[in-house]
């Protein structure tokens, strides 16, 4: 009988090949793009240049998925809003 491992990292979120969902969509349409490229084009250059292409795209969703902070817009706003006015000068008071 077939035995699975349990998934324990539930919370940190579905993953496909070490991808997010998001991401792991974006390889599979750079994945199929290829392939049309690769159809209509007739060449071993073409089905060379996909498969590089692929690669180095899975290498860098993967570093990007790794790395959260490095697509993180989340911190648009300052920490404090004021109505004081900023001044240049630190020897001026306002």
């Keep these: 009988m077939r035995t699975y491992k349990i998934y324990k990292d539930i919370r940190k979120g579905a993953r496909i090949w070490g991808l997010p969902i998001s991401l792991f969509a974006f390889m599979m349409l750079s994945i199929l793009a290829s392939l049309l490229i690769i159809i209509f084009s007739f060449s071993l ?12 795209w899975y290498v860098g969703l993967t570093k990007i998925a790794s790395n959260k902070y490095l697509l993180d ?21 306002p």
């Design 45 to 56: 250059m073409a089905i060379i240049l996909a498969m590089v292409w692929n690669c180095c």
């Design 73 to 93: 817009f989340s911190k648009t706003f300052p920490n404090c809003i004021s109505n004081k006015p900023d001044n240049l000068l630190n020897h001026v008071d």
